[in-house]
């Protein structure tokens, strides 16, 4: 697992990686900027009670929540851009690891722009969920990477198996390697709350999902055939 990473990490400098990553990046970044839009037209509406000490308070307390809520799910805006240029990262990483596959399967844009969508959706519903957590400091790193570890894991092997696998098979292997992908996804999340690391997280975890991915599938080509 962790020399997936290594070699995913290495392809950063790859033209196609770079290229994905930036239009995921500008994706992430005009949703947050929507975001901070809305909130600054709708925070003011908090101050309706008259009592201006108060008001500051909540439209304080407001901004704030906006905030924290942008630092957390930014990252996973990032990722669910990267879902729509999966196929440039992938493609990157077959290129250059491995030359001798047959074309993967193309997928529509309808299928990216739903297969983003419910992973955009998925990341905001699960870390909304934890919100609570963070008032418990000692235990929120303990909920939060656990968690985030198991639906990245999934969700990435998912994104890079539709493209060669069908559905039966890459299920199988996600259940086969069920603890490689939780700590696969579990490192993933962990580069996702470090500040500038966390940009290019997304684009890592995709180049190192499809080597795990290739290895998987080539285990049980050999088991398959010994048998």
Known sequence: MLSAYFAATLQLFDPGVRAALWRAFFIALAVTAALWTGAS???????????PWLDTLAQFLGFAGVFVASW????????????????????????????????????????????????????VLV?????????????????????????????????VAARRAAP????ALGRRNRLSLWAAGTLAALMLTVPFLNLVAPVIATAAMVHLFQAWRGETEQTRESQ
């Open 127 to 159: 870390n909304l969920a934890l919100l609570p957590f963070l008032f418990v400091p000692p235990v929120f790193p303990f909920v939060f990477y656990p968690a985030n570890g198991y639906l990245l894991g999934r969700e990435y092997f998912d994104l």
């Open 72 to 123: 957390i799910l930014f990252p996973g805006l990032v990722s669910a851009g990267v879902a729509f240029f999966l196929e440039d990262v992938a493609a990157a990483v077959e290129r250059r690891h491995y030359p001798g596959l047959a074309p993967a399967r193309a997928q529509s844009t309808g299928e990216m722009a739903w297969t983003a969508a419910r992973f955009l959706a998925l990341v």
């Open 41 to 51: 037209l709708a925070i003011p509406w908090l101050a309706l009670s008259g009592i």
């Open 168 to 171: 039966g098979l890459a299920r």
